[in-house]
């Protein structure tokens, strides 16, 4: 990429949706632990995705996420609530690959508002620093 052929900058987009079933439990008035499992799906693309795949035909770089796939997933998370049904969390959560070096793992908190809404800070294993933001739906 650093070469005549590579460009100034790349962009990118990348979606992913997760599918978990799980259950919380409540430790007291405040406290609450948690643990799921589930899929992650996700879909990517851009000149960057592009130019990866030029790179692994040429056996220059092994190209372990393809533009769309999914991979089983899991999650721990423990945290206080907060009055007016919002709460804090510190969650693990593993995506599992099929061979382990290939595994990613998340640290993160969260802040969950009663509406559903909320909102992520977290480190994971191929990413140093990251910020999301979602919806949750219960049934």
Not at 1 to 6: D, Q, R, S, V
Not at 60 to 75: C, G, Q
Request: overall charge negative; charged content about 20%.
């Amino acid at each position: 990429l650093a070469t005549g052929e590579g460009d100034d900058s790349y962009t990118f987009w990348n979606l992913q949706e997760r599918i978990l079933a799980g259950a919380e439990f409540n430790l007291g008035s405040f406290l609450f632990v948690g643990a799921a499992g589930g899929i992650q799906f996700y879909q990517g693309g851009s000149d960057y995705e592009s130019k990866r795949e030029y790179l692994e035909d040429k056996g220059l770089v092994k190209n372990i996420d393809e533009r769309h796939d999914w991979r089983p997933t899991a999650s721990v998370w423990i945290g206080p609530r907060l009055g007016n049904g919002g709460a804090i969390a510190v969650e693990f959560d593993m995506t599992f690959a099929s061979k382990p070096k290939e595994w990613n793992s998340l640290l993160g908190i969260s802040y969950f508002h009663p509406s559903g809404f909320h909102g992520s800070v977290f480190t994971s294993s191929n990413t140093s620093f990251a910020v999301s933001f979602g919806k949750s739906f219960l049934f």
